[in-house]
């Protein structure tokens, strides 16, 4: 017998304190309730969303169908693709640019985090 899920994969964008941009890996529980009163589904891209840009605010983006390789003020990249989440908080600074990995299609949920609300994020420490 299968055992349900306990978490979902999630890679978490995030502010350094000299302004740059980072990111870590972790995990989102399964069956939390999200508190919000919007979302958006896209399925275009602006030319300005590749280049460095920080997240408008903080959200969840769901990737329903795409595989895009972002990349962080370092240098280092990670590989977003559908069944992980990413959690942008990187609403400052310089921000994060990405690239398509396969294809010339992403299609994504938006779901925004309200002011001072739990993300659920939990990150993997080693």
Sequence with gaps: MNETPKFVPAIRLKNTP???CTFEMGKLPVLKTISTS???ISNTVE???KSDHPA???QYVVTLKGKI???VSNGDTFLI???IILLAEDIEGKGHSWKFEEGEAWERLYIPI???GES???ADYK
């Design 69 to 71: 390789r972002f990349k």
């Design 38 to 40: 919007s979302f958006r």
């Design 56 to 58: 408008p605010r903080r």
């Design 81 to 83: 693709e559908p069944g």
């Design 120 to 122: 659920f994020f939990i």
């Design 18 to 20: 000299d302004g740059s």
């Design 47 to 49: 030319e300005w969303e």
């Design 114 to 116: 309200p002011d001072h």
